[in-house]
């Protein structure tokens, strides 16, 4: 694993099932903790994908806006399909990173994209499902090692 220190903010996502399986993932790769902003994910209902309980030991954490709640030092980085984003595959993650990706069944906001220093995707032949999108980011990550880059 590397070291570095990474967080994971959700805007507006749909189902349980997937803030499951993002929770899954981010016990996998290490992540610090999860931020979800919306009010269609209801936290109440159990987490059937995340199979190893990984909300009890990384806080999943409401939130108005991820904005407000970029951890000291974090370099925000949007997860969109965009002309200007970079592909991953070529990409060297920051240091300290808080990866945003948007809702299962849209895009980040404009004022998302404009908040994150950076915006990066995943060159597919269709949009992945958004536990699998943080599933390949966290992996790339975690499969570069310490190589980070300094993003000043």
Request: hydrophobic share 35%; aromatic share 10%; glycine share 8%.
């Amino acid at each position: 694993m590397s070291k570095g220190y990474s967080c994971v903010g959700l805007f507006n996502p749909k189902t349980p099932e997937n803030v499951g399986s993002v929770m899954r993932a981010a016990g996998c790769y290490g992540v610090n903790s999860v931020y979800y902003t919306g009010t269609r994910y209801d936290l109440a209902k159990q987490f059937c994908t995340d199979t190893k309980n990984v909300h009890r030991d990384i806080p999943l954490i409401g939130v108005e806006d991820l904005k407000a709640v970029l951890p000291h030092g974090c370099v925000p980085v949007a997860v969109e399909l965009t002309d200007d984003a970079k592909p991953l595959p070529d990409y060297k993650h920051p240091p300290r990173a808080f990866y945003i990706f948007g809702p299962e069944d849209g895009s980040l906001k404009k004022e998302i994209t404009e908040f994150c220093r950076e915006t990066i995707y995943v060159p597919t032949q269709g949009c992945m499902n958004l536990a699998a999108a943080v599933n390949v980011i966290l992996y790339d990550r975690m499969a570069k090692g310490e190589n980070f880059s300094n993003h000043k």
